[in-house]
């Protein structure tokens, strides 16, 4: 079925101001709950710029093998209204299980946002809607953006002069309307999707084929020369 493009206009949905004033646990006071988010903030974004060894060093973490893939949709969402914190949990969310950094949200909280524990993350994914359906959306996008390299690498493989490459293209043939299995045109012809001077029953299967190709002169009537205005027509609405 086709994917659903997505509205990529969300931003953040707001819960009120004690739920949005919910200090850490671990912190003594609201001020030095700022203050270790701000200092969190601060080294997350040593990682937006790309230097993993300065993170790692002030953060005193683990130093990931690469750049987090969620950073990218991170400063999507926070270009979006989204508290930073909130940005990346959804960002992380979104973000493919396998090889996922960190790998566990209880380390995200520690490692990434500044938190003594996990719980505030659960409780804003249990009170805020909003966080699941911007995850579902981010999911999708990530559909859309690599559209243009899967058309490209079947068109490649569809080309190629080997038989290995015959399912790749009878995708592309299908796509572009060229092919349509004989499984396909039976069904049509039976439900009556096409009117046609000749019935399924009277075909053999080379017509079929032929019909397959887009010879639709072989649905004319028996003794008929074919031409196209044996072409069927489809029924209205």
Known sequence: MPIENKDMTYTQLGLGAEF????DDGAPSAQDAADISAA???????????????????????????????????????????????????????SPRKNRWPPTQEELATQVL?????????????????IETTVGMLQS?????????????????????????????????EMTGDYVPISQLKAMLLKGDFKTKRGVEDLSDEELIQLSQ????????????????????????
């Open 20 to 23: 949005d004033a919910l200090e």
């Open 40 to 94: 969190a903030r601060e080294a997350l974004m040593l990682l937006v710029r790309g230097d993993r060894r300065a993170w790692a060093a002030k953060d005193g973490a683990s130093l990931p093998h690469e750049l987090p893939k969620w950073l990218d949709s991170f400063v999507w969402l926070l270009g979006r209204g989204w508290p930073w914190r909130q940005a990346t949990f959804i960002a992380w969310l979104a």
């Open 114 to 130: 500044g938190l003594s524990s996990d719980r505030r993350l659960s409780v804003w994914r249990q009170k805020n809607p909003m």
């Open 141 to 173: 996008a990530e559909l859309y953006h690599a559209r243009a390299d899967v058309l490209a690498a079947l068109k490649e493989v569809a080309a190629e002069a080997d038989y290995k490459a015959h399912p790749d293209r009878k995708m592309f043939l």
């Open 214 to 237: 887009g010879d639709w002169g072989v649905l004319a009537k028996e003794g008929e020369p074919n031409g196209s205005d044996a072409e069927p027509t489809k029924h209205a609405g």
